[in-house]
């Protein structure tokens, strides 16, 4: 206490004298001068000593101790612990340790068994927490498959509502057919004609009631033997060729009591008229059991089989009968009444494929050709008299005060052609004095100029001719056999007629549209003729030389189209549509005692993640709803485009489309538009099909050929595909399919077509089981997405006259031989055919690739087993004029793992080669047109906000 209270005189000495000694001290210095005065505490207090100690004590007494007090506890527990020290087993007995053991056993295997009992439980529950996922999955499923079924059902009841309103809608709209009217035998007694049977026409000289708009246009036929009008015998070829034809046709009846008309055959006869006595012809007509004393309803068929064929109708009372024939006179002809008929010049049926003229080149050596000598000179002369027939001889002398006139006007046109024939810068053909055909100088006007030679050696030149010239007679005569002939082998050899004179009635002029075809110009321009033609340009003159093609065939080339161009012309002026083309039937493999197996299939995992709508009930595109409206307001265009007025079709591409208000305001049956109007993408596209037509379905045609295991596959995958209407198998095998073949049940039904033999144009045979117009053809190894078949479904809706699908194909020049067109399949920047195996296509194409497309290009397609998809591209471009729509960046579409198709082969592309050069020869011409672009969907590759969705993500 003495030391301590000594300090305090100090510190305020040394705090007062700190402020003036303070200087700059490093923060570390600071640090280090704590440390030392820590340590300095230590020594000088004794506190180090006492520190170190106690920690020796922790560290070292307390564990001995500790470790003391565990072993003494393990000692006297020995039955807690399965550990004893080394000394305490020793010391120890057996007994004990014995003991000991057997207690460690036994907890062993206690601890053991409830591991296994554990184990159990853990293998339980996990087995139930499976089947508690297996079952909460299969929920799942079943809600997901529930729900899908929901809404197909909601849809399914929509469409059905809809289908009801709309046939309630239909049965409204409906107008009966009228009433048919059959005749009455006891109905005898005589009409009179209108003043003259010179005025006939169709209103006042034809009897309607007997030819109702649902008669099917039944035709009585009368019997050359039981019917011989005159002692001349009917020309042999004419009477066997008419009889022939007319015998399969679907109008004829035998039975006259429900006749709408009544044929008549006059002629031509063997002798062609020279010794047909006018007056015992119209006394025999009079007397034909139907005639009613006025003939009316009656086709007078005087059919010429030679340029020497006489008018022997001429000047004969035929009161209302309708005449039929090649030549007439100014003052025989009614107009709209009689009908002028090409002449009998072909075959029975078809004509020779060798004999089709190639279309190209379009300018020919001769720029033009005519081969004739002048009428006048053809030795028809005053003295002549014929006593069987006096008015065709007062024909002759009226043809022969005509002389004068005859003669300026042919002289006038004489001199033009001399000087065509001097012409410089085009190569011409023109004979005037050339020996004249073996032609009957009393039959032809004194106003025609004469054929020269033979018909063989007219068409030499003709082959050769970019035009031909036909000189009109005069115009007191409409039509001859002349002019007709000249007609027939120019359109024959694909020369453009030029005929000078505009009086000249064509035949069937009255539907044919023949300034398509021939070149008609007034006499008076035969000077600015050369001038004129110089003008057309080369895709005029092959359109005019296609179309030529098309009349020849289709109304000139043989009896069988003569006689149906004549009943097609009496049945459009009444308005009755044609005959129903045939269906082809559709025989299951199946027998009914042996259905096949089936297994349905439940589910199929979708290939891209599109919402597309759910499946709908089949139901069938409707027919016939044009069949009169057609004939009224396409007519024109039925008669002068392939195939012609001779077929009644259910349903065809070219059928107009409703302009897009009118769907909203009073005719939008059947419509589905998107969004109810709206528009929209993503779910409101998908939920409708839209478009311009009204909602329909399609039908896929499935070739096949003792491939099983692909085949059920590819069928298994249309599983649930929208729009899908029926699935009809081609089996193409001579052996039935296997028993054991377990067929998959899907949303439609699939039909195995049992086929007449293994031909791949079995693939385009239209089946009465195809009930919709669009047809999906498609090859049993492709492998198409569902999104994909539905937007080249979409895309064909908006364009149904062309083939639209999938893997593209084109044509090109061979420039080795430079002959012709060769097949390509490289990729390539322009297109020209799509491939049939994954394509949609018009049903009326397999009527026209089955009845009207030329025989031969079938049986190529059957020789080389190959092509049967080349026929069709050239069949729908010929057509059409248009090439195909490729969708899609698809280049193949075969199935990974797929067998080697045939198109592997090295041999299958050199028949292609071959396929379209003999193509382009039955056509005279390469149909194919080029394309150069595909078409992908809306919005692909558009970028669009998030709350908006593309039509298709992946095309």
Known sequence: MLRLSSYPARIPMTMMEYPMKKEYVPPHANRQNGNMTFYRWLFRSGHLPRLIISLLVILIVIPLITHYYLSKAEVAAPGKSSQLSLSAIQSMKPLEIKTHLEELYRIKESVLTELREIEEKRKSMQSQLNQYTKQIERVQMEISTSNGDLERVKSQIAQKVKEQEEVVERSQRHISAPKQILPNLE????????????????????????????SHFPVYVYNTQEASLTSAKIDSFVRTSVLSVL???????????????????????????????????????????????????????????????????????????????????????????????????????????????????????????????????????????????????????????????????????????????????????????????????????????????????????????????????????????????????????????????????????????????????????????????????????????????????????????????????????????????????????????????????????????????????????????RNFTSL??????????????????????????????AKFTGSGLGFRP??????????????????????????????????????????????????????????????????????????????????????????????????????????????????????????????RDRIVGFPGRFHAWDLNNKNGFLYNANYSCELSMVLTGAAFFHKYYAYLYSYTMPQAIRDKVDEFMNCEDIAMNFLASHITRKPPIKVTSRWTFRCPGCPDALSMDDSHFQERHLCIQYFTSIYGYTPLVYTQFRVDSVLFKTRLPHDKQKCFKFI
């Open 187 to 214: 109905d005898n007694f005589d009409i009179a004609p209108p003043q003259s049977s010179a005025r006939c026409r169709q209103h006042n000289c034809f009897d309607y009631s007997r030819c109702s708009l649902t």
């Open 674 to 799: 998107i969004g109810g109007g709206a528009g929209g993408a993503g779910k409101e596209f998908q939920e409708s099909i839209g478009g311009n037509v009204p909602g329909e379905q399609f039908t896929i045609v499935m070739l096949t050929y003792e491939r099983e295991t692909v085949l059920l596959t590819s069928l298994q995958r249309l599983m649930g595909l929208p729009y899908l209407n029926k699935i009809l198998v081609v089996w193409n095998s001579p052996e039935p399919p296997n028993t054991d073949i377990v067929w998959p049940e899907i949303h439609v039904p699939i039909k195995v077509i049992k086929t007449k033999k293994n031909s791949l144009n079995n693939r385009f045979l239209p089946y009465d089981e195809i009930e919709t117009e669009a047809i999906l053809s498609i090859d049993d190894d492709a492998h198409l997405r569902h999104d994909e078949i539905l937007f080249g479904f979409r895309v064909w809706r908006e364009a």
């Open 632 to 661: 009224s307001v396409s007519g024109g265009s039925i008669w002068n485009n392939p195939p012609g007025p001779f077929h009644l079709y259910p349903f065809t591409p070219f059928d107009p489309i409703l302009p897009s208000d």
């Open 247 to 625: 015998s399969t046709n679907p109008y004829v009846t035998f039975d006259p009591n429900i006749a709408c008309v009544y044929l008549v055959i006059i002629g031509d006869t063997e002798d062609h008229g020279r010794t047909t006595n006018s007056i015992e012809l119209e006394s025999q007509l009079h007397k034909l059991p139907l005639w009613k004393g006025d003939g009316r309803n009656h086709v007078l068929l005087n059919l010429a089989r030679n340029v020497s064929a006489r008018n022997t109708l001429e000047h004969i009372n035929t009161g209302r009968a309708m005449i039929v024939q090649t030549g007439f006179s100014e003052s025989q002809f009614r107009p709209g009444f009689d009908i002028i008929s090409p002449m009998l010049l072909g075959k029975e049926s078809g004509f020779i494929v060798k004999q089709v003229p190639l279309q190209i080149p379009a300018r020919r050596q001769y720029f033009i050709s005519f081969q004739g000598v002048i009428g006048h000179s053809s030795g028809k002369t005053i003295d002549y008299v014929d006593e069987n027939n006096p008015p065709l001889s007062r024909r002759l002398k009226a043809d022969l005060r005509r002389t004068s006139r005859t003669d300026s006007s042919n002289d006038f046109i004489l001199e033009e052609l001399e000087k065509l024939k001097h012409l410089e810068d085009d190569k011409v053909y023109i004979e005037l004095s050339c020996k004249k055909a073996h032609v009957d100088a009393q039959a032809v006007d004194a106003s025609e100029w004469n054929l020269c030679l033979n018909s063989q050696s007219r068409r030499t030149i003709l082959k050769e001719s970019t035009y031909t010239l036909i000189v009109a007679p005069d115009d007191h005569i409409v039509s001859s056999t002349t002019v007709y002939t000249r007609l027939y082998e120019a359109l024959q050899t694909g020369a453009i007629p030029v005929i000078l004179g505009e009086h000249i009635q064509l035949p069937f002029g009255e539907f044919i549209d023949w300034a398509k075809v021939v070149v008609t110009l007034p006499k008076a321009r035969v000077t600015e003729m050369y001038f004129y033609l110089k003008t057309i340009q080369d895709t005029d003159l092959l359109a005019m030389r296609r179309q030529g093609w098309f009349i020849w065939t289709t109304y000139l080339s043989s009896s069988k189209s003569v006689l149906d161009g004549i009943l097609a012309t009496l049945r459009t002026r009444l308005s009755i549509p044609a005959s129903i083309v045939r269906d082809e039937p559709s025989p299951s493999i199946f027998h009914n005692e042996s259905p096949p197996k089936t297994l349905k299939v439940e589910h199929m995992l979708p290939e891209s993640d599109d919402v597309l709508p759910p499946a709908e009930l089949p139901f069938p595109s409707p027919k016939y709803l």
